[in-house]
């Protein structure tokens, strides 16, 4: 059974640097599925916040293209997130998903000083 | 963008009667494969959301037949024949050819 888990730090300074990383298990990230990480901020709804495939090819949401990166590491069957400037507003729930049923179980991030 | 709309943002239901969320897009989902990538997710408090119909009516492994979907282009909507106590949640409308969500629409038990 295909299980992903995400891990990084739960409290970033604004300005600085957001990083997770998603390790797959159960299943081989350089199969045909797309992984991918949406975000949820308190109380709020889902936002996608890009795409990446086992070829390294990424789609990013235009609204935060220019502080995302994704990249894969199939050595280690993870694949992680980037995202720079954070502000008090990426404060959210991050998940990791498989482009259909399995997604983490979501990791807190906190953006304050 | 794909705007994602949906109808009604909330839903207060007796057990065993039916329930319906609406869900429009801005523009078809229709794409070049013929395929078209329309979720319904269910998320209940505390959880990561939970698929329940991929390609608009197709019911997810494990998901009761009480659930269905239907739709084409840019309208779609989420039966639950006999709504059931464990369906309360926010539902989540996502189309997947340049994600978006719907608002989603959060379901209660009368």
């Known amino acids: 059974q295909v299980q992903l888990q995400e891990s990084g730090p739960g409290l970033v300074k604004p300005s600085e640097t957001l990083s997770l990383t998603c390790t797959v298990s159960?299943?081989?990230?350089?199969?045909?599925?797309?992984w991918g990480w949406i975000r949820q901020p308190p109380g709020k709804g889902l936002e996608w916040i890009g795409t990446?495939?086992?070829?390294?090819?990424?789609y990013y949401n235009p609204s935060l293209k220019s502080r995302v990166t994704m990249s894969v590491d199939t050595s280690k069957n993870q694949f992680s997130l980037r995202l720079s400037s954070v502000t008090a507003a990426d404060t959210a729930v991050y998940f990791c998903?498989?482009?259909?049923?399995?997604w983490g179980q979501g990791t807190l991030v906190t953006v304050s000083s | 963008d794909i705007v994602m709309t949906q109808t009604p943002l909330s839903l207060s239901v007796t057990p065993g009667q039916p329930a319906s969320i609406s869900c429009k897009s801005s523009q078809s989902l229709l794409y070049s494969d013929g395929k078209t990538y329309l979720y319904w997710y269910l998320q209940k408090p505390g959880q990561p959301p939970q698929l329940l119909i991929y390609?608009?009516?197709n019911r997810f492994s494990g998901v009761p037949n009480r659930f269905s979907g239907s739709g084409s282009g840019t309208d779609f909507t989420l039966k639950i024949s006999r709504v059931e106590a464990e369906d309360v949640g926010v539902y989540y409308c996502?189309?997947?050819?340049?994600?978006?969500f719907g608002q989603g629409t959060k379901l209660e038990i009368k």
């Open positions: 159960g299943d081989s990230i350089s199969s045909d599925y797309y």
């Open positions: 990446i495939y086992h070829t390294g090819s990424t």
């Open positions: 996502m189309q997947t050819i340049q994600p978006t």
């Open positions: 998903w498989d482009g259909g049923s399995h």
């Open positions: 390609e608009v009516s």
